[in-house]
């Protein structure tokens, strides 16, 4: 460090109200780094979110106070930034400086190009950028460790002109693909609803797995476990340890509500500009047997069984590499329209990376749509420390014995996991029967606000 440089130090930010520590997941600069205003330095990992650390100043990277892994409380030092005392006594030098550096970063860009290890993981903030701008991220060069892209790589190819390249291509060859999309959306129109799979209107993406490299024989590989798989793992030990589950699974006739939901999904569509869901109709009936049973509301704390008043609902939704579980507040207060909203929205936040650490908490109850992969049974872990969890499985298309006689219905299970000390198989067994009646008491009557 010169004479004319000062260590600044950096601190654990309190990213949300009730956030009292977070851990270090990976540093993105390392000491004698150049750091840019609003650079991530390092990846913080909370409760179940991470987030990148952004950079308030502009410096040199000094040291490290945090491991990566190390858990560290609220307000503590991570780590420390040269930073040049002299600039802010000359305006004139600062501005200087300020134009001097983007060539000293370019000049940095072509020594660490030969470490492209962290080349292809992308943040949540970066793959946004990338979406709203069609930027092909592998067409941008990274100038964080380790070849790493960051935002402000990105937003460089977007000025660059960078965008032009999804559409030169295309206009090269126009006429085929305008002609496929035609007889692709020819065949959706005419393809009905799947038989398995609730509302799953799309392909499945196929998860991208960062592959560290091989050891020993060619059949086996190593797979690094990211920060956030390692939370999930940490959280979903802590539930079967800590929690005896039980299961039961209750066989619901959805025909009817199969009849109202295509009757009404096109017009919700136009209306609200999103899709109207099975999940939002099963929703509904949960909360609705939630509020007869209110022990399923319920958290274990030892002496006593805390039975929360607001009914919050946790929404399992899977991404590529990970299943997180955003919050609809308050579901108990909320129409079909309404849940149907919040659905859509908190699946496309998740989808996207954009969930907050808020939109993460205060659940109360899970409810997860395992149905939407086809599934038709399954045994979920409860998300800890919640007394209970509820899948839909798929909707098939059954015979089934009614006054004796054989009829066509569709039909779907509803699964459930508890918590053994608290809840037993009576209340359990009365609270599915609930649901059950909920959902087959749908009618061509039912209103959606």
Known sequence: MSDNQTLTDVIMPQLAESLVSATIGKWLKKPGDRVEEYEPLCELITDKVNAELPSTIEGIMGEWLAE??????????????????????????????????????SGQNATPTGDSSMRARYSPAVQTLAAEHGVNLTAVSGTGMGGRITRKDVLSFIEGGG??????????????????????????????????????????????IEVEG?????????????PIRNTIATRMRQSVSEIPHAWTMIEVDVTNLVMLRN???????????????????LMKAVV???????????????????????????????????????????????????????????????????????????????????????????????NYPQAAIVTFESIVKRPVVINDMIAVRSMANICLSLDHRILDGVICGRFLQRVKDNVEGYTPDT???
């Open 68 to 105: 990566e892994g190390q858990t560290v409380n609220v307000g503590e030092v991570i780590c420390r930034i040269a930073v040049s005392v002299a600039a802010p006594k000359a305006t004139q030098g600062t501005s200087n400086a300020a134009v001097q550096a983007p060539s000293m970063v």
């Open 163 to 208: 965008t032009s390249v999804a559409t030169a291509p295309t206009a090269a060859i126009a006429t085929p693909p305008t002609h496929q999309v035609t007889t692709e959306e020819a065949n959706q129109a005419l393809q009905p609803d799947r038989h398995s799979g609730l509302h799953l209107s799309e392909s499945p993406r196929i998860p991208t």
């Open 214 to 226: 091989g050891r020993g024989s060619s059949s086996e590989f190593l797979i690094d476990v990211t």
């Open 263 to 281: 009757r009404l999904k096109d017009d919700f569509k136009r209306k609200e500009g999103i899709n109207l869901t099975y999940l939002s109709f």
């Open 288 to 382: 609705s047997a939630i509020k007869d049973y209110p022990i399923m509301n319920s958290v274990w704390a030892v002496d006593k069984i805390i039975v929360k008043r607001d009914i919050n609902i946790s929404l399992a939704v899977g991404t590529e590499d990970s299943v997180m579980t955003p919050v609809i507040k308050k579901a108990d207060q909320k129409n079909i329209a309404g849940l149907a909203r919040e659905i859509d929205e908190l699946a496309l936040k998740t989808r996207e990376g954009k969930l907050r650490l808020e939109d993460m908490q205060g659940g109360t109850f899970t409810v997860n749509n395992t149905g939407s992969f086809g599934s038709i049974l399954s045994y979920p872990i409860i």
């Open 447 to 449: 209103k959606l606000y």
